[in-house]
């Protein structure tokens, strides 16, 4: 299993919310290793667009059965990312992901079976990893 982590980013938050999100994506995908968390998905591509936290968007599950790979675009406040520090953006993006597995099983997305609680303890051990890198 693998987690890929995009962003729909406005310019004023691209060069805060890159590092971040790399770091982030590799301490989670170290974590996933090989696991097959239920469901048959091999891959999640989530796609976090930081708005202004009045924007009305509609977020977006998929689910290629072909690829079996899931692709979640959802939101998240702008303002708050940009106020925060990096261990607070570590936490945001983290719960973003969490967001994303709570909607498996909704939406046209397969559900996790028992690897829920599996892929939730690699995102918190995830966010304790990213916060700990340097800067």
């Not at 079976?113 to 966010?127: I, K, Q, S, W, Y």
Request: glycine share 8%.
């Amino acid at each position: 299993m693998k987690v890929w982590i995009g962003g729909e980013v406005s310019a004023a938050a691209y060069d805060a919310f890159r590092p971040v999100r790399n770091a982030f994506e590799r301490a989670l995908n170290h974590h996933l290793g090989r696991l097959e968390i239920g469901g048959g998905v091999v891959k999640w591509s989530i796609v976090p667009m930081l708005l202004a936290a009045d924007t009305k968007i509609q977020e977006s599950y998929k689910y290629r059965s072909r690829t079996r790979e899931v692709e979640a675009h959802v939101a998240m406040d702008i303002d708050v990312f940009l106020a925060s520090d990096r261990g607070e953006r570590i936490q945001q993006l983290a719960s973003v992901v969490k967001r994303v597995v709570a909607q498996a099983g909704h939406h046209g997305t397969p559900p996790l079976a028992d690897g829920r609680d599996l892929l939730a303890t690699a995102v918190e051990l995830a966010a304790i990893d990213a916060s700990k890198e340097p800067e």
